[in-house]
T-cell receptor, first 110, second 115 residues
């Protein structure tokens, strides 16, 4: 079975501070991992995916297969980063099916 | 709006009733996914359709069913409703079925309240 764990329900940082949202997964095969974000009054949307190896809005995430983690990082948080962040995993024969973590609410204080 | 649309936005009904949630995917997207978001279970995958055919099933109750029509819109039918079915139901679409890296585009959700 595949599982995604986001250990922090809430995370608060001050503007300009580094931020790391943790994500651990359990999956026997080779997973595809994503971070989705939901800003206030907006739809859930893709932030980044590990296969792209890109930085979006200053965020990066590295897949660590040894630690089965896919933590989301940003060196200098901005107030507009405040949102709900979901880590998600796709894999197996059910292409497209996303298994989501419980989500982390990030609040960036001025 | 060329994005994913869902109707209705809100639905309040009583236990034992049946409701239908509707989703229209983005233009050109062939895959439709349904997710349920509840306070205790988080965001859970229910079912996926691709070009009219069921392709993947998740934790979907037998009281729930879905279909995708020739015009690619999808409906999620929930019957014999229970209090625990109260949740936000999201629909998402993506252009292809075979690529697991494809971004899913989410609709605004339908909030179902069962009284």
């Amino acid at each position: 079975a595949q599982r995604v764990t986001q250990p922090e329900k809430l995370l608060s940082v001050f503007k300009g501070a580094p931020v790391e949202l943790k994500c651990n997964y359990s999956y026997s095969g080779s997973p595809e991992l994503f971070w989705y974000v939901q800003y206030s009054r907006q739809r859930l949307q893709l932030l980044l995916r590990h296969i792209s190896r890109e930085s979006i809005k200053g965020f990066t995430a590295d897949l660590n297969k040894g630690e089965t983690s896919f933590h989301l990082k940003k060196p200098f948080a901005q107030e507009e980063d405040s949102a709900m962040y979901y880590c998600a995993l796709a894999g197996g024969t059910s292409y497209g099916k996303l298994t989501f973590g419980q989500g982390t609410i990030l609040t960036v204080h001025p | 709006d060329s994005g994913v649309t869902q109707t209705p936005k809100h639905l309040i009904t009583a236990t034992g009733q049946r409701v239908t949630l509707r989703c229209s995917p983005r233009s050109g997207d062939l895959s439709v996914y349904w997710y349920q978001q509840s306070l205790d279970q988080g965001l859970q995958f229910l079912i996926q359709y691709y070009n009219g055919e069921e392709r993947a099933k998740g934790n979907i109750l037998e009281r729930f069913s879905a279909q995708q029509f020739p015009d690619l819109h999808s409906e999620l039918n929930l019957s014999s409703l229970e209090l625990g079915d109260s949740a936000l139901y999201f629909c998402a679409s993506s252009p292809e079925n075979s690529d697991p890296y494809n971004e899913q585009f989410f609709g605004p959700g339908t909030r179902l309240t069962v009284l």
